[in-house]
């Protein structure tokens, strides 16, 4: 498929990541407590999905909560649920009326029940729409995930459903949760952090990497524009010439 020219004439990822980081430290250099920069990400996700669909990406998956985000005071990961809940609430009609399906990977029945109902609700009223994706993390841990794949794939070949030998790149890509998305393209990561904490770690195998400095509450349509021509810009080679 015809890959198409972006705003600088360089290729436009088909699928692109982002790791959403810089939320506290954004609250941090307002004294504000950390719930505001998080709030104001939420502010951010709105823009940058938006800007994303105009921009011609098939597919914006969010890093929104790791599994290892449990971690934190339970205060913040009350918070943080809590705007899940009023993005979802706020979300789901404009996901409709613009064609957006949304997907959720991770271990999403960890939540709390209302949660998981409001979810698998978007999921559901959102699985016949054909023009982008959303893709958003919640309790997912890249580790865990290839860890259930091979699980699975082993207990299929135990049970004489597939030979160990015909296990290929293609099979495991589809026993993962991100199964039939378009390949992973390009991978951001805000804030400056130069790391990919648990995310998307078979999936970002020949994605283009890229760190920027500004803070998550801070990236918008025009960063991602920016993301979007240096990535037009990348030679890419798979491991070729
Ligand atoms: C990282 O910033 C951000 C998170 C752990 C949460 C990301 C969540 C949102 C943007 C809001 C919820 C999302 C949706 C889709 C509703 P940090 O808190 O680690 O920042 P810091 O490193 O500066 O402390």
């Known amino acids: ?34 719930i505001a920069g998080h709030k104001q990400g939420v502010e951010a996700v709105r823009r940058v999905a938006t800007a994303a669909r105009e921009l011609g990406i098939e597919v914006l998956t969010l890093y929104a909560f790791s599994s290892e985000n449990w971690r934190r005071p339970e205060e913040e990961v009350r918070d943080l649920m809590g705007l899940l809940r009023f993005f979802l609430k706020n979300e789901l009609k404009d996901l409709i009326a613009e064609g957006v399906r949304l997907r959720v990977i991770g271990d999403y029945h960890a939540l709390s029940s209302d949660l998981v109902a409001m979810i698998d609700d978007a999921i559901a009223r959102t699985a016949g729409n054909g023009g982008s994706t959303l893709v958003i993390a919640l309790n997912y841990g890249a580790q865990a995930e290839i860890l259930a794949a091979a699980r699975r794939l082993a207990a299929a070949a135990k049970a004489g459903e597939i030979e160990p030998d015909a296990i290929d790149e293609a099979m495991f890509d589809d026993a993962l949760t991100t199964h039939g998305l378009p390949p992973l393209d390009l991978l951001i990561r805000t804030s400056g952090e130069q790391r990919l904490s648990n995310f998307l770690l078979w999936q970002a195998a020949y994605a283009e990497l890229l760190f920027v400095d500004t803070l998550w509450p801070d990236f918008d349509g025009t960063a991602l524009a920016a993301a979007v021509a240096q990535f037009g810009q990348r030679q890419r080679r798979f491991g070729g010439l």
């Not at 600088?8 to 250099?29: L, S, T, Y």
């Open 1 to 34: 498929m015809p890959v198409p020219a972006g705003p600088e004439g360089g290729a436009v990822p088909r699928h692109v990541a982002i790791i959403m980081d810089g939320n506290g430290r954004w609250a941090k250099a307002r004294r504000l407590p950390r």
